[in-house]
């Protein structure tokens, strides 16, 4: 499959800690993207990282790109309860036309007060 | 305040029955997309449009329809609607091609909440 594959599936911590998720893909990427999903609500989106930058930082956020190994990570610091939401990548895939994104399925993340 | 607009937000409707969902952007992008998203599914591409009357299909088209007679506009037709496109749709849109090497995030709607009977 050409989409994004999150891991953990599931991800639960306090407040204050560190949440970080990964996600894998299979195929050469012009870029990969993150969004936020609050529960049946649209997507925001959170960063775009390009296939030839390593990391990217946007407030509490840091992303990470390994094109060697198609991975990404996200990193929130400091959680909040507010955080709680599913966390979903989207690779860009090269190969396909122009028009594609491969949406995963998300990490759920729940931040405990 | 710029924005996705989609309409309705919430649907039901019988097989069928002719719906168009709307889809309107005020930031004067050039790229369009339909999804639809199932419970354990990531989102899945139903059409795209990468400026007007410039449209194709994405992952799942069957069933569906779109035009792009202006460029703030993409409606989602679908003609004779049946059970299974029972979903939640979203319409998002860019400044262009997510695989453009200028490609830019996503700009989402809402959602609309469509159930088939």
């Known amino acids: 499959s050409q989409q994004g594959e999150e891991d953990p599936q599931a991800l639960s911590i306090q407040e204050g800690e560190n949440a970080t998720m990964n996600c894998s893909y299979k195929?050469?990427?012009?870029?990969l993207q993150w969004y936020r999903q609050n529960s049946g609500r649209g997507l925001v989106h959170l960063i775009l990282i390009r296939s030839n930058e390593r990391e990217k930082h946007s407030g509490r956020l840091r992303v990470t790109l390994d094109t060697s190994k198609k991975s990404s990570s996200l990193l929130i610091t400091a959680s909040r309860a507010a955080d709680t939401a599913s966390y979903i990548c989207?690779?860009?895939?090269?190969?396909?036309?122009?028009?594609?994104?491969?949406f995963g399925r998300g990490t759920q993340l729940t931040v405990w007060p | 305040e710029a924005q996705v607009t989609q309409n309705p937000r919430y649907l039901i409707t019988v097989t069928g029955k002719k719906l168009t969902v709307t889809c309107s952007q005020n930031?004067?992008?050039?790229?369009m997309s339909w999804y639809r998203q199932d419970p354990g599914l990531g989102l899945r591409q139903i059409y795209y449009s990468m400026n007007v009357e410039v449209t194709d299909k994405g992952d799942v088209p069957e069933g569906y329809k779109v035009s792009r007679k202006e460029k703030r506009n993409f409606p989602l037709i679908l003609e004779s609607p049946s059970p299974n496109q029972t979903s939640l749709y979203f319409c998002a849109s860019s400044t262009t091609s997510p695989g453009n090497l200028k490609a830019n995030v996503l700009t989402f709607g809402a959602g609309s909440r469509l159930t088939v009977l």
């Open positions: 989207a690779p860009a895939d090269r190969g396909s036309t122009l028009g594609r994104l491969y």
């Open positions: 930031m004067n992008h050039e790229y």
């Open positions: 195929t050469s990427i012009n870029n």
